[in-house]
């Protein structure tokens, strides 16, 4: 059985699927939406393929890892998971026959599709390739209290990470080269960390189950689509919840919740050529204008109805969450269990 990790960080959201839209979804791991086999972290338009060549003289860039960094000891992922994406699994969990139909509409050939696709048309990041890369990776799973999965860097003009977990195979991480560009060493690992949250908290068995199930219902004929409908708004809410979850992922590896905020921003609004200009403290004002503005019984409405069908909530929610996380006890409880690790540096 496929399990999956998307976009994760992403700001990739997601709407109901067409025909069209359904076929994409089961094969193509490439898209920067939510599949049945990847999350992802990133920009994304419905049912977008990223298959372009590079630029010219396009470069991957990466900085050197920190000295240090803490490491929490004997983490769960129950440490950190965020109480609606606790309370969002077990009403999937109460779903009857989820289990048995995800592993009937996912078969062998499917996750293999996914595999190959992903793998062939990437760089293996390893200590022979992409060196400072790996030992980003390396230390965020540290961090986090896991085995570091592979990683992967694809050419995409689309900021965008996601995770792909199959049966028999081991996890991977992939990475696009434009997400290198957008952002600084730190905000990158960060991105990773997030990427590995998903794992560590086995999102990619409820994403894939639901995802196969949502889409098989949209073929029933007659009620098939109010059953897919009402199944959709469930995997939405729980997939909205695990964002959350995996946001304190990254808050933990990079220990300063400017930088988980600075990576949403630049998904929501930034360029490598103005990224340097952009203010997290502005960000974090524009985030608190907008709860004022949807405080009213209008307001409300229409934000339930903007985000209802989205797959990952709105950067500025997720940015004023994870500045609300950073100053709470269940925060600063983590952090006394945290011994320090040392990196060597490369020069």
């Not at 997601?14 to 999350?39: C, E, I, K, Q, Y």
């Not at 298959?51 to 490491?71: D, E, H």
């Not at 929610?317 to 994870?322: F, P, S, V």
């Amino acid at each position: 059985m496929a399990s999956v990790s998307l976009s994760s960080l992403s700001l990739a959201h997601r709407r109901r699927p067409d025909a069209a839209a359904a076929a994409a979804l089961t094969f193509s791991s490439s898209d920067l939406r939510f599949r049945s086999a990847s999350f992802g972290f990133g920009l994304a338009k419905k049912n977008q393929r990223v298959f372009g060549l590079a630029k010219k003289n396009q470069r991957v860039r990466i900085s050197v890892c920190r000295a240090s960094s803490l490491f929490i000891r004997n983490l769960d992922a129950d440490d950190f998971r965020h109480p609606l994406d606790k309370q969002n699994t077990l009403i999937l969990r109460a779903i009857p026959g989820l289990n048995e139909l995800g592993k009937a509409l996912l078969g062998s050939v499917t996750e293999q599709i996914m595999l190959l696709e992903n793998i062939g048309t990437s760089v293996l990041v390893s200590k022979n390739q992409l060196s400072e890369l790996h030992q980003l990776m390396t230390e965020a799973a540290q961090i986090l209290n896991m085995e570091a999965p592979d990683l992967y860097v694809r050419q995409s003009p689309v900021p965008n990470a996601y995770t792909l977990a199959i049966s028999g195979q081991k996890p991977f991480v992939v990475v696009h080269t434009s997400l290198v560009e957008l952002l600084t060493r730190k905000e990158l690992q960060a991105v990773l960390a997030h990427e590995l949250g998903h794992l560590k908290c086995d999102h990619g068995v409820w994403l894939t189950f639901a995802n196969f199930l949502t889409l098989g219902a949209y073929t029933v004929p007659g009620i098939g689509w109010l059953i897919a409908r009402n199944l959709e708004e469930q995997l939405f809410r729980w997939l909205r919840a695990a964002e959350l979850t995996c946001d304190r992922a990254a808050l933990l590896v990079a220990q300063d919740p400017k930088v988980v905020i600075s990576v949403l921003m630049k998904l929501a609004g930034g360029s490598p050529s103005i990224a340097d200009q952009l203010n997290v403290d502005a960000f974090l004002e524009q985030a608190r204008s907008y709860d004022r503005a949807s405080s009213s019984s209008v307001g409300l409405y229409i934000r339930n109805a903007q985000t209802r069908q989205l797959s990952h909530p709105l950067p500025v929610l997720r940015a004023r969450e994870i500045d609300e996380w950073s100053r709470s006890l269940g925060y600063q409880q983590l952090l006394k269990r945290a011994i320090q690790i040392t990196t060597p540096q490369n020069v």
